[in-house]
T-cell receptor, first 113, second 115 residues
Framework: GDSVTQMEGPVTLSEEACLTI???????????LFWYVQYPGEGLQLLLK?????DKGSNKGFEATYRKETTSFHLEKGSVQVSDSAVYFC????????????FGQGTELSVKP | DADVTQTPRNRITKTGKRIMLECSQT?????MYWYRQDPGLGLRLIYY???????NKGEISDGYSVSRQAQAKFSLSLESAIPNQTALYFC??????????????FGPGTRLTVL
């Protein structure tokens, strides 16, 4: 079945460091791909998305490119801030599944001043 | 006011007790979902509903039941709670246009502990 695999955390970075969180997926067909973020004590919220190959999603300085050839959707940011500390979830939605999301296990990011 | 609300936010109960978690939304969405979050496992889908008359099992429905009382309300029940149902539970909603890439909107979560 469809699945999503993320790099394990926690990831600890200093402020202004570069961030990459790896995400790869297995799916039949061409799913839509998402990154959700969960700030401490809150529910998940959409960070960015891409709906077809080579699309780049971007928001709040984060970006991710839908790579069909490597089945990947890595999350990147050039300069992280303390306020980026959160848990990040990669997810996919298969086109024949009515919008159901399949999540990766989540990657906790901690940014130190 | 929050668009997706969940009650209670925290609950501690004992093995064998019946528990109901409630979710309400003001977004006017047809689709509603229940997930549980466990450390290292991400979120897993328990049940989902595409409209008031439509209820579907998700990946891990055993031990759970749901009720869609209205478009805006979707409740999750644990008929006889057990300790491995201790988790963080999230409700989510989405609309039904362009289904493959719709954003889901999440509630703040209910932290359930079963002793």
């Amino acid at each position: 079945g469809d699945s999503v695999t993320q790099m394990e955390g926690p990831v600890t970075l200093s402020e202004e460091a570069c961030l990459t969180i790896n995400c790869t997926y297995t799916a039949t067909g061409y799913p839509s791909l998402f990154w959700y973020v969960q700030y401490p004590g809150e529910g998940l919220q959409l960070l960015l998305k891409a709906t077809k190959a080579d699309d780049k999603g971007s928001n709040k300085g984060f970006e991710a490119t839908y790579r069909k050839e490597t089945t990947s959707f890595h999350l990147e940011k050039g300069s992280v801030q303390v306020s980026d500390s959160a848990v990040y979830f990669c997810a996919l939605s298969a086109r024949n599944q009515g919008g159901k999301l399949i999540f990766g296990q989540g990657t906790e990011l901690s940014v130190k001043p | 006011d929050a668009d997706v609300t969940q009650t209670p936010r925290n609950r501690i109960t004992k093995t064998g007790k019946r528990i109901m978690l409630e979710c309400s939304q003001t977004k006017g969405h047809d689709r509603m979902y229940w997930y549980r979050q466990d450390p290292g496992l991400g979120l897993r889908l328990i049940y989902y509903s595409f409209d008031v008359k439509d209820i579907n099992k998700g990946e891990i429905s055993d031990g759970y039941s749901v009720s869609r009382q209205a478009q805006a309300k979707f409740s999750l029940s644990l008929e006889s709670a057990i300790p491995n149902q201790t988790a963080l539970y999230f409700c989510a909603t989405s609309d039904n246009a362009g289904t493959a890439y719709n954003e889901q909107f999440f509630g703040p979560g209910t932290r359930l502990t079963v002793l």
